[in-house]
């Protein structure tokens, strides 16, 4: 776990310095790809485990109510902060 955090906050420090170049336009359609790949990969890794597969009827709508409760959780903070920090300026 540590160098995972290490890792992104070397990232951090890197691109603040990088935040003008061309360097970054190609990064962000890499980013894609690499998350499609990173998805792809778990997928095969999940689809080759015979016991997930075997048990995804009985686990797979309590995963599908986490996901779903996760994302209207998500929306809900992200609205939150959208409000408090993002519409001072435009009060009506």
């Known amino acids: 776990m540590f160098s995972i955090i290490c890792t992104m906050l070397a990232g951090i420090v890197i691109g603040r310095f990088l935040h003008d170049g061309k360097f970054l336009k190609n990064i962000e359609k890499s980013t894609s790809l690499t998350i499609a790949a990173l998805l792809f990969v778990l997928g095969l890794s999940i689809g080759s485990n015979r016991l997930i597969v075997e048990n995804l009827g009985r686990v797979g709508w309590q995963a599908a109510i986490l996901a ?12 939150i902060v959208f409000q408090l920090f993002f519409e001072k300026g435009e009060e009506k």
């Not at 959780?73 to 992200?78: E, K, L, T």
Request: glycine share 8%; hydrophobic share 65%; aromatic share 0%.
């Open 68 to 79: 779903v409760l996760s994302l209207a959780g998500s929306i809900v903070a992200a609205r």
